[in-house]
């Protein structure tokens, strides 16, 4: 599955969020959208959910307007993993899985052995099997985000579109979910945080500034200490992680010792 977006520009009560944006994800590629809080990365992811149209330009999938398609049509084409939160409370792990089966049948339609199987090997693919039975208020939080990644898998759609997938996780958590995510073979457009994640896990980055693209590319390409720096406001340290060899990021504040910062607000 090919995403393209074209000229997409969004607003949120006619205020302009993010302006032209053109950014394609190829089949099979791990694209990452980063940028600072207000950038206008979940804005954007927003418009291929279809919960926010484009004021402008137009998302394609594999040629297609995705805003031309019926909803059953597009959630056959992509699924979503929101950042995490409180879904599919009073309800098992195994009814929210089955709620990403609505997109292959009709309203009034009974659920089909193919739909229970499904679920199940979406439970298998995440590691949560186990929960099947189990209400999503009694599972961690590493556990229920990949329980709401099983639902989107079972919608087995070719593109998977991510808003934050690891906020609110612990390190461990966090780790895994993108191992399991970065395995998956699916297209995947991500809204990240970590600029150490994105650089360890995506093909490529699109760097987001005031709702416009500041840079994209393979990570280690665009994403240099003198840009992060301009972009972010840090200073950055930029090579090879010393246990797995991927890219590696760690950053520091732009303020580095405790007589700097006395000064910087003795300025002010």
């Known amino acids: 599955m ?13 205020r302009p969020i993010v302006e032209d944006i053109t950014l394609t994800v190829g089949p ?18 927003r418009t291929v959910y279809r919960s926010l149209r484009p004021s402008a330009g137009v998302i394609r999938l594999d040629g297609q307007d995705l805003w031309r398609m019926r909803p059953r049509q597009a959630a056959r084409h992509r699924a979503i993993l929101p950042q995490h939160g409180k879904a599919g409370e ?5 009814e929210v899985v089955a709620a990403g089966r609505h997109s292959h049948r009709r309203p009034l339609d009974r659920e089909t052995a193919a739909d229970r ?13 186990w929960a099947a039975d189990r209400l999503m208020t009694t599972l961690s939080g590493g556990e229920r985000q990949r329980v709401l990644l099983a639902r989107a898998l079972a919608q087995e759609a070719p593109l998977l579109v991510l808003d934050e997938p690891t906020n609110h996780l612990d390190v461990g958590s966090q780790l895994l979910l993108l191992d399991l995510i970065r395995s998956l ?7 990240l945080h970590d600029l150490d994640q994105a650089a360890a896990y995506a093909d490529r980055v699109v760097v987001l500034r005031d709702g416009r693209v500041a840079g994209h590319g393979p990570p280690l390409e665009v994403l240099t200490p003198a840009f992060i720096e301009e972009v972010f406001g840090v200073r950055a340290h930029v090579g090879p992680h010393p246990i797995t060899g991927r890219p590696h990021i760690a950053v520091a504040s732009a303020v580095t010792t405790s007589n700097e910062l006395f000064t910087t607000h003795q300025g002010r």
Do not use: H, Q, W
Request: aromatic residues 4%.
């Open 2 to 14: 090919r995403l393209d977006l074209t000229g997409v520009s969004a607003r949120i009560d006619a």
């Open 28 to 45: 099979g590629e791990f694209v990452a959208l980063v940028g600072p809080n207000g950038s206008g990365k979940s804005t954007l992811l």
């Open 90 to 94: 009073g309800f098992s792990a195994a």
């Open 117 to 129: 199987a499904a679920v199940v090997t979406a439970l298998g693919r995440v590691g949560m099997e």
């Open 185 to 191: 073979g699916l297209t995947l457009l991500a809204a």
